[in-house]
């Protein structure tokens, strides 16, 4: 139980900003294992994202809300899988060779296309919620998060990590996902579904797992697998699929 408990921790220390005591580390053994939390971290950076846009929607408009709803899960994270997308961005943007992509994912600096995809990313987000019926936002926010890190999930246990370690920007969190793994990903990715209380909006998983597929073909086509921006790149475009697609739902449910 101990042992679990501090590759739980040592999810949340890798991919938020959340406290962690200080006995948890980045120990490359619990960091491999760490991947069957990944929705589970979605749920918690979710949750927080949530309980802000429920608290501040009595005293700001709904918009309003939902910005500050927004910087809370971005400001928890640390903007790590916005980073990750936005590097994808420029990689695939300004690169035409696998080294010359890995190249410009690897350097620290934003380009056109990284700006540009963010702010776009960012302002459907933020219309795609607004469309969302309001009683509704918050589990829609705590799904959106949790599904799209379980599908972010599946693209590492389909695609192989291309990157070196050495080479990386960071060590990456899971090279190899074992069956197990990811079911455990996919209680916790699909389990806020449920609380929709309409069985229709189970459909959104499907054009969420195209998203993933799409990417996954370019990223086996010009890399031969995936990094862990890629990862973040899926997790943000099947968060936005998933609001898109709770709107486009919505006339049917």
């Known amino acids: 139980m101990k042992k679990e408990l501090q590759i739980f921790l040592t999810a949340i220390m890798f991919f938020t ?11 490359p053994e619990y960091l491999s294992k760490s991947a069957k939390y990944f929705s589970l971290i979605g749920i918690i950076v979710g949750s927080i994202g949530a309980l802000v846009f429920y ?19 971005i400001y928890t994270t640390g903007a790590f899988h916005e980073d990750g997308f936005a590097d994808v961005c420029d990689g695939f943007g300004g690169g035409w060779t696998k080294e010359k992509i890995l190249l410009i994912m690897k350097d620290s ?47 590492i246990y389909t695609h192989p990590y291309v990157r070196d370690t050495d080479d990386s920007k960071a060590k990456p969190a899971a090279k190899n996902i074992t069956i197990n793994m990811l079911l455990v990903s996919a209680v916790f990715g699909i389990a806020p ?22 990417l996954g073909i370019k990223f086996k086509k010009w890399l031969g697998g995936q ?7 899926v997790q943000q475009l099947c ?7 709770v709107i486009a739902l919505w006339k049917f449910i």
Do not use: Q
């Open 17 to 27: 900003r959340i406290p962690c005591p200080k006995w948890v580390d980045h120990n």
């Open 55 to 73: 608290g501040f929607s009595f005293i700001f408009s709904t918009e309003i809300a939902l910005l500050l709803s927004m910087i809370a899960t």
């Open 109 to 155: 600096r934003l380009g056109t296309y990284g700006v540009s995809g963010l702010i776009l990313i960012l302002a459907i987000k933020f219309s795609a919620l607004r469309e969302v019926p309001l009683y509704f936002i918050p589990i829609t926010i705590i799904a959106g998060h949790s599904l799209s890190r379980f599908i972010a999930t599946t693209l």
């Open 193 to 214: 579904l449920l609380f929709f209380n309409k069985p229709l909006i189970f459909i959104a998983i499907i054009p969420c797992y195209l998203a993933k597929a799409y």
């Open 227 to 233: 990094t862990g921006d890629c990862a973040g790149a």
């Open 239 to 245: 968060e936005v699929v998933f609001y898109l697609s």
